[in-house]
């Protein structure tokens, strides 16, 4: 899977995100897989089905962030135009298979699940992809986003190779 994690901030966000996508019981490592973009107002980062992640991160563009409360904004106009580029795809998940979204808009971050649900947490920590829990884990322990990653390169058979960091407002 991945490895992504995100830090609120009291004035924005970083996220970071390794480059080893893994299918097929085979890891690829490639400079023009990112897994985080930013597209217009929005920094999106995505863990799971990669057909999924591909379409939202590359193949579509997200409503314009009209500056009402981002909370709101999320679960009103972003979720519902998500599950419509979901639906008109075409492509339907396995059973087995899964996808999260961590989104950054006006310096705030998100979390979304695979059910489509907007979750905030008040740790302002955010971890998505199967490393997740090790860096989550090894941000608290030392409040390195760096350390975090390299933490969970070394636990996680499913993430590797450079790391890609996006800061905004910080």
């Not at 991945?2 to 970083?14: H, S, Y």
């Not at 492509?91 to 979390?111: A, E, P, V």
């Not at 760096?146 to 407002?169: E, F, H, Y």
């Amino acid at each position: 899977m991945t490895t992504i994690l995100g830090v609120q901030t009291k004035n924005g966000f970083t996220v970071a995100a390794d480059s080893q996508v893994t299918a097929d019981d085979r890891a690829y490592i490639h400079s023009s897989m990112p897994k985080i973009v930013q597209i217009g107002d929005y920094v999106i980062s995505g863990a799971g089905n990669s057909r999924y992640c591909d379409i939202v991160m590359f193949a579509w563009e997200p409503p314009r962030y009209d500056g009402s409360e981002p909370y709101k904004f999320m679960v009103s106009q972003f979720i519902p135009e998500l599950k419509k580029i979901h639906e008109s795809t075409g492509y339907t998940l396995k059973d087995d298979d899964t996808f999260s979204f961590l989104i950054g808009l006006d310096n705030k971050l998100f979390q979304v699940s695979e059910d489509y649900s907007v979750i905030v947490t008040d740790t302002n920590v955010y971890g998505i992809g199967s490393g997740s829990a090790y860096a989550v884990g090894a941000y608290f322990a030392t409040s390195s986003v760096s350390t975090a990653m390299n933490v969970a390169k070394k636990l996680d058979i499913n993430t590797g190779g450079r790391i890609q960091t996006v800061k905004k407002g910080t």
